[in-house]
């Protein structure tokens, strides 16, 4: 089994390295890592048009791309590795993907990316920032993927799974818990400073609180002590309201005709 790796952290960070040191104790895995150079936290599904990509290797045999998480997986997928693999995996992130959180997120960019091609892919999250009890999360993330591979899911047709898991030891973290997104409020007012030169900065403000975390979202279950499992898909449609809007776009058809 070839698995691909990259992150949204970065390919220095402790999540990435847990990962692949985790997945590559699986008998008869191949892992492969191709990670952004630097943070690229928030560039969701981005891909760089306007300027080459380069690619270097690491001491530790990681390749990392002065690009963004989606380049990655890309270039990885599109030319780079020469192969393709059977699982894209993503993270693990320093902090929670969850709710709205997915898309902006650039851990579930790359597993995206990995899942517009056709393999299945799991973006994997720590819900709190700062590495607490990471061992204990990458060693649940390798045992879901040794049994989703042992039920042979992986190499199938395309899935991808959103993951998060709270910062605890092995023996505190619940049962795992298929979920929902969640909501959260807006986020919060953007922060202005002014520079040494006078100009005024504008730095995005912090994520809004949880709006919907009730019984069945991410939210509720990671902070019940359980692994959240939330199958995304890329499809946009709003189906529940595709009549209405056939209704309003005759109405907009006919009053442009007249223009």
């Keep these: 089994m070839k698995i691909l790796i990259s992150n949204d952290d970065g390919f220095q960070a402790p999540g990435i390295v847990a990962l ?7 008998e008869g895995v191949q892992v492969e890592v191709v990670a952004p150079e630097h943070n690229n936290s928030a560039k969701s599904n981005a891909l760089t048009l306007n300027a080459p990509l380069y690619v270097h290797r ?3 045999g990681f390749r990392y791309v002065n690009g ?7 270039i990885a997928l599109t030319g780079l590795l020469g192969y393709r693999p059977d699982l894209v995996l993503s993270g693990i992130n320093n902090g929670a993907n969850m709710g709205d959180d997915t898309i902006y997120s650039g851990t579930v960019g790359a597993a995206m990316e ?10 994997f999250s720590q819900v709190e920032s700062g590495w607490a009890h990471l ?4 060693d649940k993330a390798r045992a879901m993927v040794a049994q989703l591979r042992q039920q042979q899911l992986v190499g199938s047709a ?13 023996d505190a973290l619940g049962a795992l818990k ?15 400073q002014i520079s040494p030169r006078g100009e005024t900065m504008y730095w995005i403000g912090s994520a809004g609180a949880a709006k919907d975390e009730a019984e069945g979202t991410d939210f509720h279950a990671t902070a019940h002590g359980h692994i959240a499992v939330t199958p995304l898909k ?15 776009a005759a109405r907009l058809q006919t009053a442009m005709e007249s223009v």
């Design 20 to 26: 692949h040191q985790a997945i590559a104790q699986i």
């Design 114 to 123: 990995g899942f517009l091609f056709g393999i299945p892919a799991i973006a």
């Design 234 to 248: 890329v499809d946009l449609t709003d189906y529940q309201n595709l009549g209405y809007w056939g209704q309003t």
């Design 135 to 138: 061992e204990a999360a990458a």
């Design 58 to 60: 690491a001491a530790n």
């Design 68 to 74: 963004t998480p989606a380049d990655c997986v890309h």
């Design 158 to 170: 395309p899935w991808l799974l959103n993951v998060n898991i709270p910062n605890r030891s092995s």
């Design 178 to 192: 298929l979920c929902r997104l969640g909501r959260r409020h807006a986020a919060e007012p953007v922060i202005t």
